[in-house]
């Protein structure tokens, strides 16, 4: 099994639904973080958790929210998605401490019609 | 303010080739951590390397080396004699601050394409 787990792979959802996109480590860090890949972008951070009581928002948390549910689940929920949400979507985890770099997840290339 | 420049939004080269990619930081914190990150077509992001900024030793990894220059605050990635394989985005990431408040800036990519 992959240390990060990102369900689902790929998604196709309509203007206004609402969606979650989930996130599992086995890595047993205690730092998760939620970010978005747009072309010409590189990665942006929309939320990210030091621990399962710390949430925080990134640089572009509108219209997102996410739920730390155990130390190894961090999910990403879109309230009411909109067109400009479609993106590539990584879910990553780090240790404590020195950054010794990110464990990514595979991504959730998500399009909103 | 912190910031990283990747000037090269997409370089192609013949395989054999050498190519540099090239990577700019800006940050005015004295200890900091540079890395490189690989995403192949398949999408998944694959870590690279870090290097701390008191670390100015370039580092050579089989076909792969980066020549960290605080002077020129550069941190650049050469890839010898280049494959296919090799043909990814490859990001370049800064990151700053005290244990406990890390905060990485990604580049916004150079996408290298090795033609055969």
């Known amino acids: 099994d992959a240390d990060v787990t990102q369900t689902p792979r790929n998604r196709i959802t309509k203007t206004g639904k609402r969606i979650m996109l989930e996130c599992s480590q086995t890595?047993?860090?205690?730092?998760m973080y939620w970010y978005r890949q747009d072309p010409g972008l590189g990665l942006r951070l929309i939320y990210y958790?030091?621990?399962?009581?710390?949430?925080n928002k990134g640089e572009i948390s509108d219209g997102y929210s996410v739920s730390r549910q155990a130390q190894a689940k961090f999910s990403l929920s879109l309230e009411s998605a909109i067109p400009n949400q479609t993106a590539l979507y990584f879910c990553a985890t780090s240790d404590f401490g020195q950054p010794y770099g990110y464990t990514f997840g595979s991504g959730t290339r998500l399009t909103v019609v | 303010a912190q910031k990283v420049t990747q000037a090269q939004t997409e370089i192609s080269v013949v395989e054999k080739e050498d190519v540099t990619l090239d990577c700019v930081y800006e940050?005015?914190?004295?200890?900091?951590?540079l890395f490189w990150y690989k995403q192949p077509p398949s999408g998944e992001l694959v870590f690279l390397i870090r290097?701390?900024?008191?670390?100015?030793q370039n580092e050579i990894s089989g076909r792969y080396s980066w020549n960290f220059q605080k002077s020129t605050s550069s941190f650049n990635f050469t890839i010898t004699a280049s494959q296919v394989v090799d043909s990814a985005v490859y990001f370049c990431a800064l990151s700053i601050g005290t244990s406990g408040t890390y905060k990485y800036i990604f580049g916004t990519g150079t996408r290298l394409k090795v033609l055969a």
């Open positions: 890595k047993g860090h205690d730092r």
């Open positions: 958790s030091f621990d399962v009581k710390d949430i």
């Open positions: 940050t005015r914190d004295t200890t900091y951590y």
């Open positions: 290097r701390n900024s008191f670390d100015e």
